[in-house]
């Protein structure tokens, strides 16, 4: 019978109930049979305590705090020294790092614990984080191409799926192993990385040391972004803080003056890769194929290696000048840092002595730097370095505007991947160091990173708080701004570089090694901070660009020279070293009115008797004042330094230990031993013929100090 058939019970009297009850039922119409109605079991809901939510949200949280935490470290220890500073205690500012991580992990996950399946999503887009950090910080290869495009992305997204599907479908006794696998893996990754990292390493091949007396040197410094004096002198006041214009112009000129330098003050590199311009003068010519000296397959030495990789990556394929002096028997020193391999040429070891600066992340190990701001530039770098914010910049950028002024903001504003120029100038001590414990011929070349892309330091090579952090040029989108402002912090971190330059002179001196050695001091860039600019044209693009130091100093000739051809770097190398003639604007594709107008902009600066004499004494007198802050005590230090503004109070810094130098040649010597000859100023017709004259036949100034 139908449920919605039956008859339903009478509720009459009792009586009525029982004559019911023993009538017989009324026989129905015979119906077909149906199947007797399934029953079901109504599932009962299992409530959780709080102590399961409890349980979950520590496990999810080791798990996320884990896996941030082991890249993290992985990447602290990638720069110099020890994340540990005794062993069990952390560095303060590793420390410091990794509360705010675990603090704002906690924090993300308590307010999902009610959620099972918010706790599994967060837990696989950080397991998505962590492996494409580990690609882009660690990757020594294309982990864009492994299969197919973008084959980084997906192995991520694969192991993010996996890592939802186990922690989701799971119960709590997996999750606890999970969490458990992933606490000993972060233990196990800090505790072996527990050993001291050095700023440079060094890797030399005995067989290649030569053993005798003391011999040649030749020392070649390459600079990025170092500016030619004459673009330096050339800029007017509407482009840049005449004070410290001035002062770096008296430096520099001063700087080549004392030590008897061929000065090149309008010499030019071909393009603005300062890795690219690196190679080209290292085979003394400009190429027609940009990359006609760089490998293009290269052997690297190990799959899994930090680095930044955002940098150009330069290998050798060519390297004229290197195999020239070992050919003559120098043993080859090469000092590297980031952008080009010196020590290798076609994938084979080409020097004596590699050396290799560690650059990334910088280690703040100075007094001037509280634990906060130490350890808000590691995150920085660390959550730069990670990609995840590649394409959010930007955005955050406009998010921030609301409140404050983000130019100089990391990330959002500025970048610390390029933070090269901190501790880079110790590459000069080191250099000196291995000159003086070197035997026979050797060959040194360098590059160093100064004045580089961001300004850290003030003119007495003082270390700027982090908020005075200024770069070359901000992110993209914030368009271009401060730029006197700028310029300042460049021309003030420029005198630092000549300050130490003078220093690595005055050693030379010193040692002896002075009268053997040959010297090249080049620019593999201009200054190059237009862009943005949108009034930038041909002529202003090309001086501030591409115009680049370069100065020679030879046992040969100890007189201070100027040759004011308009040359390029290899072709003024070339000339000097193989006496070739030189060219110029060789490689320049510029219509003649562009040539011309580059011409006038640079003799427009004149080089006078008096113009070099002043330079001499202001430089002697900002040299003297620079060893004062750098090697004096605190107690002989002036209040002001002399020739700087009068608002520029220099900074006290107690004594680091280490002698001062002697300036009693500086005070005993005099200005100029001779009065400075200047020739006529050439004009342009004779800049032309200048150039086409060898180097011995050079006439231009001439100084004897």
Partial sequence: MNYFDRKEPSFGSEQDQNVSNHEPAPKAAAQPSSPAPKKYKRRKIKKHTLLYYWLNLIFFTVIGFSLLGIDFVLYASSGAGNVFSAFPMLRPDIMSSLVVIGSVTAVIYFCLSGFTIMLSLLTAGIMYMFSTAMFNQFANFSSATLTTGHSSSYIALSLALVTFALLFFSNKKVRFFFACAAGFAFGAVLMHQNYDKPKFNIIENPADATASDKGKKFINIMLPNAPAYGYIAGLEDSEAGKVYRDQLSSVMLGFYAKHGFKLFPNAYVSGRNP????????NLKVPENDLENLQTQVMKDSYWQFKNRSDFEAYLKNSLMLDDYKGKGYAISAYQSHGINLCRKNNQNNVYRCVTKITNPVTLDTPLYSVFDRSGVLLAQWLESSGWFEYLGETLYNRLKSFFNPDVTPIAGMSYKNLYAVDSLQTLDLVMKHIAEDRGDNAYFVFLDMPSDVFVYDDMCKLKSVSSWLPKN????????????K???????????????????????????????????????????????????????????????VAIHTPENRRFTINKSVCSVPDILNQQFNGEKCEEFKGISSSKTTKQSIRDRLNAVTYTNDAAQQAYQKYTDWLRMWHQNNFQSLANLPEKATGLPPEEIVIKHPDNGMQPLEERTLEAQPIMADEVKVAPEAKVESLAELSREPVSAEEAVSVNP
């Fill in 275 to 282: 890795y690219i311009n690196a190679a080209d003068s290292l």
């Fill in 487 to 549: 310029r300042n912090a460049y021309f003030r971190q420029t005198m630092c570089l000549y300050g130490k330059l003078s220093q690595f002179m005055e050693n030379l001196q010193k040692s002896g090694d002075l009268e053997n050695s040959t010297i090249v001091i080049q620019g593999l860039s201009g200054m190059d901070d237009l862009l943005g600019d949108k009034d930038a044209t041909l002529v202003k693009n090309f001086l501030n660009g591409q115009m680049a130091t």
């Fill in 474 to 485: 901000n992110q993209p989108w914030v368009g271009r701004n401060r730029v006197i402002e």
